[in-house]
């Protein structure tokens, strides 16, 4: 699935859940410098002996902008290609000038298209990003693709490149679903690019599925499921639409062109996921993301595990030891920073996370898991009790089947997935909660 998806996922939820008790701290030396962004997150700063676990690159680049979207994507651009990889280039060389040279153990290239790269500027891309990086603990790197930016001279430099897991925007198998989208694909083009990343070598392959789009029945639904599964992909991200502010597809539904799905049918098609995808082998292991055995995405994981990661690229958003920033979100802007005689990572956000903050957020994140927060770990990480601080919500939530407490974790069961706002929200609430006794210790 889309990184920025999650970033701005987990960014709304927690800007509007987090109770205002919480004071996101900008770092002290965080003033903006003569060029009006601020510097990257002293290392000094960081938790000892803490790993880059993560890399995400965006690329913005796409050839139409689909009707639902809010990533930052740009249509048209293409012939600032060349600018924009010399832009990255320079950011890469700051990243290791600052952080020294990293060694993930995941990769996300996102967007954006970046299939939409002709494949001499996939090869540069590869090249950067393999001159940045050691690949000591590298077992994970994905690239999103369109099904219909994606040819055999892209996979093989990709796979030369050290791509080993390839995510395709499917979103429907319905051409009629498509064109509600505005997607530029068409149904059959998927198992079509499918093929030419297994004959690559590359057989690690997640689809992204859309639920809850305007017209769509349960039958429609699983006619996609069915469809996916049939394609024998290891992973699939199905997500319900949303309704972004500022997309055409917001404005459209405004205008009354459509009705959105009803709650009932997005609940019932939630259910039904679960039911079909188990059927097929497919774990849930996040509240939308299913994979077979073994093939979760690490590196999401490592997102909702709170790890470090760097990004690279416009509007990307790295996060380090509480310290979570993120570049500026124009092509333009991040194309002069980077290029300017004295380049720097044009940074126009950062905030850090202390104390509680920092851990009820880590609480939040590890509560999209199947596996929840486990307490064992959770008390290594953060010298916390999680159960000490959650146990009066833990009680009234179990009561109502909506948590569960087993083999040392607190996870949410599946009526609590339907309503995990409310509850994250309640968690976040009980770290604000516990500070000012904390305080008074
Ligand atoms: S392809 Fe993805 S990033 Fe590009 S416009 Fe469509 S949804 Fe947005």
């Known amino acids: 699935m889309h990184h920025d998806k999650i970033i701005a996922e987990l960014a709304s939820k927690n800007d509007s859940q987090r109770p ?6 900008l770092p002290q030396a965080a003033q903006r410098d003569q060029s009006g ?8 700063e960081f938790d000892v002996n803490s790993h880059i676990d993560a890399l995400y690159v965006h690329i913005p680049f796409c050839t139409s902008k689909c009707h639902y979207c809010d990533f930052f994507s740009l249509a048209g651009h293409l012939d600032q290609a060349d600018a924009f990889l010399d832009a990255m280039g320079k950011e890469f060389e700051l990243h290791v000038a600052h952080f020294g040279q990293a060694s993930p153990e995941t990769i996300f290239i996102g967007g954006g298209t970046p299939t939409l790269l002709s494949p001499d500027a996939l090869a540069r891309l590869m090249g950067q990003i393999n001159k940045a990086i050691k690949t000591d603990r590298l077992t994970e790197f994905t690239i999103e693709a369109n099904p219909n930016t994606f040819d055999i001279e892209r996979a093989k430099v990709l796979r030369d490149g050290g791509v080993n897991r390839i995510s395709f925007g499917a979103q429907s198998f319905s051409t009629a679903e498509l064109a509600v989208l505005q997607r530029d694909h068409n149904p059959e083009s998927v198992p079509i690019a499918m ?9 690690n392959i997640n689809l992204d599925l859309i ?11 699983d006619h996609n499921l069915v469809r996916a599964i049939e394609l024998n992909s290891t992973h699939l991200s199905c997500y319900g639409l949303m309704y972004e502010p500022n997309t055409l597809m917001t404005a459209r539904m405004k205008r009354g062109e459509f009705a959105p799905a009803a709650d009932e049918l997005e609940l019932a098609m939630l259910a039904h996921t679960r039911a079909r995808l188990a059927e097929a082998g497919f774990i849930r292991y996040e509240i939308s993301n299913y994979a077979l055995a073994g ?5 999401n994981v490592h997102y909702w595990q709170a ?39 044009p940074v126009t956000e950062i905030e850090h996370l202390t104390g509680l903050s920092r ?18 770990d959770f008390q290594q990480r953060t010298g916390m009790d999680a159960m000490a601080i959650l146990h009066k919500l833990v009680q009234r939530y179990s009561a109502m089947g909506l948590l569960a407490v087993r083999d040392g974790a607190i996870s949410l069961s599946e009526a609590g997935v339907a309503v995990s706002d409310t509850i994250f929200a309640d968690v976040l609430e009980a770290f604000a909660q516990f500070a000012p ?3 008074g210790n």
């Open 20 to 25: 205002k008790i919480f004071e996101l701290a």
């Open 37 to 44: 962004f601020f510097p990257l997150p002293a290392t000094a």
């Open 195 to 203: 093929d030419i990343a297994r004959s690559a070598g590359i057989d």
């Open 211 to 221: 639920f809850g789009i305007p017209g769509q029945t349960l039958a429609s639904w």
């Open 295 to 299: 093939k979760a995405c690490r590196h």
């Open 307 to 345: 790890r470090n990661h760097l990004a690279v690229g416009p509007s990307a958003a790295g996060y380090h030891s509480g310290f979570r920033w993120k570049n500026v979100q124009s092509l333009t802007r991040y194309i002069d920073a980077l290029n300017a005689a004295t380049p720097v990572v």
């Open 359 to 376: 851990w009820g957020e880590m609480a939040i994140l590890q509560l999209r898991l199947n596996e929840g927060i486990v307490l064992n």
């Open 437 to 439: 006794r904390q305080r």
